[in-house]
T-cell receptor, first 113, second 111 residues
Framework: DAGVTQSPTHLIKTRGQQVTLRCSPKSGHDTVSWYQQALGQGPQFIFQYYEEEERQRGNFPDRFSGHQFPNYSSELNVNALLLGDSALYLC????????????FGPGTRLTVT | SQQGEEDPQALSIQEGENATMNCSYKTSINNLQWYRQNSGRGLVHLILIRSNEREKHSGRLRVTLDTSKKSSSLLITASRAADTASYFCATLSGSYDKVIFGPGTSLSVIP
């Protein structure tokens, strides 16, 4: 049973560029949430997708956008990258639009130079 | 913004000792969860306690919840070196169970 997978593992981008991160949920899960975790801090909720729609959103600017596909996989897009966007981006999957017992992927480490 | 605040920020103990971490939060919650994270990797769900529960056990883990004080504690008994990790509490609140993590407690268990 495959868990949550994320790609790529590491990514280095330049300020002003755009980036797309990908997530495949755990088998049987239909809800995907994205988090940003800066070094030494707890994860910060970005947004959650369920039934291909953004259900709720954290305090992140519109530069952060996402998408969920019919197979429940998801993408996180960040435009006009800033140095402060450097972080570990975590994807978590769960069932039926709730956040109980989320299963997290290993994360994508994004470095913006 | 972070609703949960863990205390202490860092904890170092000898193998076999018990480790206690505390979490305080600000607003009413539906549920509270504890997660573990090893070396900046993905988080692992440990335990969920509902707002109408006061205590819950899972193996060597014991979680308490005091909604009147808006606080929770995680006790790890008979710690092992493999328990070395960061531990986060996460509160779930609102109609869509919005998840808010605290800054975490870094636990080091010395063999």
């Amino acid at each position: 049973d495959a868990g949550v997978t994320q790609s790529p593992t590491h990514l280095i981008k330049t300020r002003g560029q755009q980036v797309t991160l990908r997530c495949s949920p755990k088998s049987g899960h239909d809800t995907v949430s994205w988090y940003q975790q800066a070094l030494g801090q707890g994860p910060q909720f970005i947004f959650q997708y369920y039934e291909e729609e953004e259900r709720q959103r954290g305090n992140f600017p519109d530069r952060f956008s996402g998408h969920q596909f019919p197979n429940y996989s998801s993408e996180l897009n960040v435009n006009a990258l800033l140095l402060g966007d450097s972080a570990l981006y975590l994807c978590a999957s769960s069932l039926r639009g709730n956040s109980y017992e989320q299963y997290f992927g290993p994360g994508t480490r994004l470095t913006v130079t | 913004s972070q609703q949960g605040e863990e205390d202490p920020q860092a904890l170092s103990i000898q193998e076999g000792e018990n480790a206690t971490m505390n979490c305080s939060y600000k607003t009413s919650i539906n549920n509270l969860q504890w997660y573990r994270q090893n070396s900046g990797r993905g988080l692992v769900h440990l335990i969920l306690i509902r707002s109408n529960e006061r205590e819950k056990h899972s193996g060597r883990l014991r979680v308490t919840l005091d909604t009147s004080k808006k606080s929770s504690s995680l006790l790890i008994t008979a710690s092992r070196a493999a328990d070395t990790a960061s531990y986060f509490c996460a509160t779930l609140s609102g109609s869509y169970d919005k998840v808010i993590f605290g800054p975490g407690t870094s636990l080091s268990v010395i063999p």
